[in-house]
């Protein structure tokens, strides 16, 4: 996997849209409504202690959220995280024989979604500024990393399956395979050779999850709920977006990939699912930047 950009400041420091999104986990984990409740009880323990009280606070927590988040995204983050959930269980549950999170920043599924004694090899790739940072939380918290395996990568430099390779990932393996925030990201190359890998690496009834942006983002139409602030924002953290796809784009990009559609979810689909109350109220809106989309190697 390589990348044409260079000094990104995820390859120097630990990522900021990684630390934002433990933030808004953390955060729905102290929520009270059953739309924004989430489970990641590991989130809040990888913040620092004086940010407590503050996430643990309603009122507290809707001002910060709304000062540091764009709109829309702590919505998304919720959603995404909701519907990973699920699959990584699923894949559990079916017996995969390996998971490979890409770019994992401080996702904790191989811990708190999994027992020691489960037979699925989980694997994280990640730079080695946010594996280092995490496993460092992880120590100071006395949290057990489990059975996980992190695998340190630099994008700019190294190839996916020589490292993975060392780790003991195997080929022609049952495996699931999430890039949950990373697409967008990386350019159209880099993109293509992700994909060659899982498709060269992935054995019979294999799975993939992956959110995308439109492409229509990137070139700043503004056309949906909350585009022009997360723009701006990642741009602004030094990790701007260069990936999308063409609204209406995903059945063809998974055609020439090899895979084959389960689930696409788009901001209208995640507020249904996930932000409908009981009389089809929609109590959370969410940015409309992203889709998610689950998908199978063809047979």
Known sequence: MNSTKNNRRIENKS????????VCRASSFYEKSPHYKSNDYIAPRLLPRFLHPLIKSKRIRSFLLKKIGPKGIYEYVIARTKVI?????????NNFD???LFGAGFDSRGIRLIDTNEKTAIFELDVTTTISDKLKQYKKRKIDSGKVLYVEIDFNIEKIEEKLKTAGFQYNKKTLYILEGITMYLNESTVNQDFKFIIESAG?????VFDYIYQSVLEEKNLYYGEREIYQRVKKDGEGWTFGLLKGGISNFLQDRGLELIKHLDSH??????????????VGKINGTHCIVHAKIKD
Not at 204 to 208: C, L, P, Q, T
């Open 98 to 100: 390996q998971i490979l």
């Open 85 to 93: 959930d699920e699959i990584f269980l699923n894949a559990i549950l």
């Open 269 to 282: 689909k995640l507020q249904e699912k996930y932000f409908q109350d009981k009389n089809r109220n929609i």
């Open 15 to 22: 990522s900021r849209t990684a630390a934002f999104t433990c």
């Open 204 to 208: 019979k009834g294999s799975e993939v």
